[in-house]
C-alpha cells in the first residue's frame, strides 16, 4: 500500500508563548485550547516546524515558449520506490506541468546556494530568463519533456501522474548523476554531492554533516 513520508513542512515559524497550563492556540480539528507539554514550549499546529531540516528540491520545467523554468521547492519527498510528491501551490511551474506533464527535479548544494536562492525568489511569469541569469544552463531531457540544469549534478527525469489539489505525483523515468559525486563503488555520495537543507527554525540554508551511524546497524547495539 502506497504511503506518502513527507520530509517538508512549513516555512516559517513563529513564537508563541503562555505562562499558564494552556496557551492561546487551540486544536483545529476541535478549536479547544491546546494544553501545555510539561517541560517544552508549544507552537501550535499552524506554527510549528511539522518536520525539519527540509530538502531543497529544484523542479525545471519548459515554459510554453520553450524557455527553461526552475523554482525551489521545500515541501516534498518520497512516494512510493519510484514516486515522488511534492506541495505546490500555483506557479508558473505549475501552469508548465500541466502543459508538458514533465518535470525535472535537482538538488540544491553547497556550490549553488545563491543561484538557487534566486531561483526560488523569482517567479518566471516575471522573468523568463531567470535560468539564464542565475548563469545555468540546460540540456533537454532525452526521456521526458523537461529541461536538465547542468550545473546540478544530481538530477530525476520525472513524468507527472497526477496534479490535484496541489499535490504532484511524479513517477521517476530514469535518475542521472555527473561522474563528480560518485565514489569508487560508481555509487552516488552526499559527501560528494553537498547538498543543502532549508532551516525553517533559522531561515537559512544548512549544509549535511558527517555520517553518525550504520543504517540498519547502529540499533543492533541495543539488540
Known amino acids: 500500500m502506497k504511503h506518502i513520508t513527507l520530509f517538508a513542512a512549513v516555512l516559517a515559524l513563529a513564537c508563541c508563548t503562555n505562562s499558564g497550563k494552556t496557551n492561546n492556540q487551540?486544536?483545529?480539528?476541535?478549536?479547544?485550547?491546546?494544553?501545555?507539554?510539561?517541560?517544552?514550549?508549544n507552537f501550535g499546529p499552524n506554527h510549528a516546524l511539522v518536520t525539519t531540516p527540509q530538502p531543497c528540491v529544484m523542479i525545471a520545467t519548459w515554459d510554453k515558449d520553450k524557455n527553461p523554468d526552475v523554482m525551489m521547492a521545500a515541501w516534498?519527498?518520497?512516494?512510493?520506490a519510484k514516486e515522488i510528491v511534492i506541495s505546490l501551490s500555483k506557479h508558473q511551474t505549475t501552469d508548465n506541468l500541466e502543459l508538458t506533464g514533465a518535470f525535472t527535479v535537482s538538488f540544491a548544494d553547497e556550490r549553488t546556494v545563491k543561484e538557487s536562492d534566486y531561483l526560488g525568489m523569482v517567479s518566471g511569469k516575471?522573468?523568463?530568463d531567470k535560468v539564464a541569469r542565475a548563469g545555468f544552463t540546460v540540456t533537454p531531457s532525452p526521456n521526458v519533456n523537461a529541461p536538465i540544469i547542468n550545473e546540478y549534478p544530481l538530477t530525476l527525469e520525472c513524468k507527472v501522474i497526477s496534479f490535484k489539489d496541489g499535490c504532484l505525483i511524479g513517477e521517476v523515468v530514469n535518475q542521472s548523476a555527473d561522474k563528480s559525486i560518485l565514489n569508487e563503488a560508481g555509487q552516488v555520495d552526499l559527501a560528494l554531492l553537498k547538498p543543502i537543507?532549508?532551516?525553517?527554525?533559522g531561515v537559512c540554508y544548512r549544509a549535511?554533516?558527517?555520517?553518525?551511524?550504520?543504517a540498519w546497524g547502529a540499533g543492533?547495539?541495543?539488540e
Open 76 to 80: 516534498a519527498g518520497q512516494y512510493d
Open 197 to 201: 537543507v532549508f532551516d525553517a527554525a
Open 208 to 214: 549535511l554533516g558527517d555520517v553518525v551511524g550504520k
Open 126 to 128: 516575471n522573468v523568463p
Open 220 to 222: 543492533k547495539e541495543i
Open 26 to 41: 487551540t486544536d483545529n480539528m476541535n478549536n479547544t485550547p491546546l494544553q501545555e507539554v510539561a517541560g517544552r514550549k
